[in-house]
Structures are given as C-alpha cells and as structure tokens.
C-alpha cells in the first residue's frame, strides 16, 4: 500500500532555532513529493523534489529528496514566529493521469517568541 | 495565479439536513478534488472529478456525494449531515501536479 509518513507530528522550538522536518515515502514508480505549509487557510506550495541530492532553497527554508533511503527533509533556519504552520507533504500517484496525491498527516510547527 | 473559491469559510448545520459546499476555479482546471482534514489524519480524499460530470469516489466518499456541471464548479453534498463529519472541508484544483487550494470551509454539524 501506497503511504506517505511525516514526522514529527509536532514540534514547539524558540524563535531562531533550526528544524528539520521528516518526510520518508513507500510510492510505487515514485516520481516527485511536495512541500506545503498551511497556516489558518489554504494550503500553499513550497517545494517539488524530483531528483534525489539536489537542494531546493527559499531563503531560510531548503528541502532536500534522498530517493534511495526514501525521505525527504524540509529544513527552516533562523525560525521565526511567521513560520508557525503545519507543513504537509505529498506524492502524487504514480501513472494517475488525474494528478492525485498521497497526503502526510501533517507536521504542526509551533515557534514560541 | 489560479484562484480556487469556497462558497463559505465557516458553515454551521444540524444533524440531518442537507448540506451543499461550493468550489469554483478560475483557470479551466480539468482536475478537482474535495478532501477533508482532521488533526492527526492529513488531508483525506472523498471525491474527484477530471471533467464535468464525471466523478471518482476517493478514499472516503461514504456520506458524501458531488455535482460537477460546469467545468468550474464543483460541488460537495452531504446528503444527511452527521456530528461525525464536523471537520475543515478543502476543494483544490490541479494541473501537473501542482495542487491549488481554495481556503476551506469549517463545517459544525451540531
């Protein structure tokens, strides 16, 4: 069975910690994951990984695809209080022409002041 | 920037009655999909649509039924609320796997 397992659930660290964020993946004919984060409403697009050791970076937050141990990391330096979201993570379907994904159960980011 | 929009971001019903919540998008999106999401659980998938008027049952459509009449719009019913279907409900809409979200409706069945 397809699954897609994020750890960890949640995580309360102080402004200006670093946090890695786990991703790890079990996708037959696996193709890509995405990052999102998600603060009270929708859902927002962060990153797609689709080749494995290459970092994708936005400012303070980067990710990165290990496609032989079958994870992914989000990392967000320097955390700020803005940061504070739940961070979901997805792969989609292999050889599904409707683009459906595989949804993480979230990880719940709290950054105290 | 496609544009997903719910008809309400929070909604209010009682047990048994019919509920409709509305989703359009903007950019001709072949692919529309309703989820739920509950603490712990992630997004769940209940129902999809790749074309007006044709559906897919996701991984939870029990209770749940959909309308996709115009290529824009497309609708998630609930066709006897229950207490157990309380949750945020999120509409999206995809094309090469990007996935755009519209900003939810908070549904209490009371």
């Known amino acids: 069975e397809d699954k897609v397992v994020q750890s960890p659930l949640s995580l309360v660290v102080h402004e200006g910690d670093t946090v890695t964020l786990n991703c790890s993946y079990e996708v037959t004919n696996f193709r890509s994951l995405l990052w999102y984060k998600q603060e009270k409403k929708a859902p927002t697009f962060l990153f797609m990984l689709t080749s494995s050791g290459i970092e994708k970076k936005s400012g303070r937050l980067s990710s990165i695809l290990d496609k032989k141990e079958l994870f992914s990391i989000l990392n967000i330096t320097a955390t700020q209080t803005g940061d504070s979201a739940v961070y979901l993570c997805a792969v989609p379907l292999p050889m599904d022409s409707n683009y459906r994904l595989i949804w993480g159960a979230g990880t719940k980011l709290i950054i105290k002041p | 920037d496609v544009k997903v929009t719910q008809s309400s971001r929070y909604l209010v019903k009682r047990t048994g009655e019919k509920v409709f919540l509305e989703c359009v998008q903007d950019m001709d999106h072949e692919n529309m999909f309703w989820y739920r999401q509950d603490p712990g659980l992630g997004l769940r998938l209940i129902y999809f649509?790749?074309?007006?008027?044709?559906?897919e049952k996701g991984d939870i459509p029990e209770g749940y039924s959909v309308s996709r009449e115009k290529k824009e719009r497309f609708s998630l019913i609930l066709e006897s609320a229950s207490t157990n279907q309380t949750s945020m409900y999120l509409c999206?809409?995809?094309?090469?796997?990007?996935?755009?979200f519209g900003d939810g409706t908070r549904l209490s069945i009371l």
């Open positions: 649509s790749y074309d007006v008027k044709m559906k």
């Open positions: 999206a809409s995809t094309t090469m796997g990007l996935t755009d």
